[in-house]
C-alpha cells in the first residue's frame, strides 16, 4: 500500500508540475499581452487552469490523507471521491507507458474504493450481497462448467470455488461466476445486489467499480501463479475478512 501510494505521490506531482507549467506560460503570456481580447482569453485561461490546479490539489491530498487515515468522511470523502473519478484515471493515462507503474495506481483505486466503502459503516444483510467471481478462478483441468451453474462444482479442492460455495451457502450469500465485463453486467443488472465483494484482477476491477453505478463494491484481487486469466487464486481469509466486516 505504502509503496502504492509513493508512486501515485509522483506521478501526482508530475501532473501537478505540467499544469503548474501551462499557468505560468498563460501568466507570462498575459504580462506581454497589448491587445484587450487577447488579454481576455488569456485571463479566461489563467483561471481555468488555476482552478483545475486548485482541484487536483486538493483531490490529490485527499487521497493521501484518506491512505494515511484508512478512512474518510465529510469533505474529506467528496474529495476522495471526486479524486477517484478524475486524478487516479488521470495519473492511469500518464502511467499508460510503464507497466509497472499503471499496476501500482489501479491497485491504490481498488484500496482507496474499498476504503470509501468501508467508511460507511454500513451493513447488508446477506441476501443483499452478491459474491462475483471470474472463471479463471476455476482450475483448467476441471471439464464442469461451473459459470452456468456454480452448484456443479464437486468441491475436489483443486481451486478455491468449492470452498468459497461453502463458505457462501453457510453465510447465506449469493455467488456467481462471471466469463467477462459484459456477464458481469449482466448478472449484477438481474439481480439487483445492494453490496458486491468481487474478486477480479486489478485492471478488470478498476474497470467494473467504474462502471457499475450506485451499487457499492468491495475489489479482492486475485493472484496470478500461472499469469494472467488462468488458474488464478485468491486469498479466502481476504474475502472472509470483507464479509464478516459488511455483513450483519
Known amino acids: 500500500m505504502e509503496s502504492n501510494l509513493r508512486i501515485f505521490v509522483r506521478t501526482s506531482i508530475i501532473i501537478i508540475a ?6 505560468v506560460g498563460f501568466s507570462a503570456a498575459y504580462a506581454y499581452a497589448t491587445l484587450a481580447a487577447y488579454n481576455i482569453i488569456l485571463i479566461s485561461f ?31 470523502l ?15 493515462i500518464f502511467s499508460k507507458a510503464d507497466k509497472k507503474l499503471t499496476k501500482s495506481i489501479r491497485l491504490l ?8 466503502v468501508e ?24 471439464g464442469l462448467k461451473v459459470t452456468s451453474n ?3 462444482c464437486r468441491r475436489c ?35 439487483k445486489p445492494r453490496l458486491i465483494i468481487s474478486v477480479a484482477c486489478e485492471r478488470d476491477l478498476m474497470s467494473g467499480i467504474l462502471d457499475v453505478k450506485g451499487i457499492p463494491v468491495i475489489g479482492v484481487v486475485n493472484r496470478q501463479p500461472c499469469g494472467p486469466c488462468f488458474n488464478t487464486d485468491v486469498e479466502f481469509s481476504d474475502i472472509r475478512k470483507r464479509v464478516e466486516q459488511l455483513i450483519l
Open 78 to 92: 467528496l474529495l476522495t471521491r471526486a479524486g477517484m473519478q478524475v486524478m487516479l484515471p488521470l495519473a492511469l
Open 150 to 152: 456454480p452448484e456443479v
Open 119 to 142: 467508511s460507511g459503516n454500513k451493513k447488508y444483510r446477506a441476501q443483499e450481497v452478491m459474491l462475483l467471481l471470474p472463471h479463471c478462478l476455476q482450475n483448467s483441468q476441471c
Open 46 to 76: 489563467i483561471a481555468v487552469i488555476g482552478l483545475s490546479l486548485l482541484m487536483l490539489l486538493s483531490m490529490s491530498l485527499a487521497i493521501i490523507m484518506t491512505c494515511a487515515s484508512r478512512k474518510a468522511e465529510g469533505l474529506l
Open 157 to 191: 479442492g483443486r481451486c478455491k470455488i468449492g470452498e468459497l460455495l461453502d463458505y457462501t451457502e453457510q453465510k447465506k450469500i449469493s455467488v456467481f461466476i462471471a466469463t467477462g465485463g459484459t456477464v458481469a453486467r449482466k448478472i449484477i443488472k438481474e439481480n
Open 109 to 116: 483505486y481498488i484500496e482507496l474504493n474499498n476504503i470509501v
Open 18 to 23: 505540467a499544469f503548474t507549467a501551462l499557468l
